[in-house]
């Protein structure tokens, strides 16, 4: 929130601090799969929201390819998102988010947040048995692979159906 926010809205933003609750992706990585396996579904339930993700490519795999440098180094590097929906691999009517790189020195990587991981997608869990999770939407990109250590995460705390009506303000 900013000097010049008007109102804000907002929940713990745990994530930035570094998640509380992380865990391994251990099957399930095929495009439009509605089923995946975590290596923990504690502290996860129907409704939440995760963010699934995966270690940059060092190499080229033949496919496509998500590398935040051409080095690859593994220094922390903090995400930027932005959204296309022109992409191949969006949903119709929906978005596909794309990430970039800035300096390793902001506050996400000295807290330990993830780096080198900007291939990301959030899904909504629709139903845990065990630790097979359903998540809506199905994966859209066809290179999630086990040799990329994918994981999920996600917060503790989100603000949900949250909203304002009939307002108005008076900067006068």
Request: with cysteine; aromatic share 8%.
């Amino acid at each position: 929130m900013g000097p010049a926010t008007a109102i804000g809205v907002q929940g713990s933003f745990n994530w930035e601090r570094g998640p509380q609750h992380t865990t391994t992706w251990t099957s399930g990585y095929s495009q439009r799969a509605t089923t995946i396996t975590l290596g923990s579904t504690s502290g996860l339930s129907a409704g939440q929201w995760i963010i699934l993700d995966q270690d940059n490519d060092r190499t080229d795999p033949g496919t496509v390819v998500v590398s935040d440098a051409s080095t690859n180094s593994g220094s922390c590097q903090d995400e930027i998102f932005a959204s296309d929906n022109s992409s191949p691999y969006s949903a119709p009517g929906r978005n596909f988010a794309i990430a970039g790189t800035v300096s390793g020195t902001s506050t996400a990587c000295a807290n330990g947040r993830y780096p080198d991981r900007n291939q990301f997608q959030i899904v909504q869990v629709t139903g845990i048995s065990g630790n097979n999770v359903t998540i809506t939407p199905g994966l859209y990109m066809p290179n999630w692979r086990s040799s990329q250590s994918p994981g999920a995460w996600w917060a503790t705390t989100v603000i949900q159906k949250t909203g304002i009506e009939n307002m108005s303000l008076d900067y006068s």
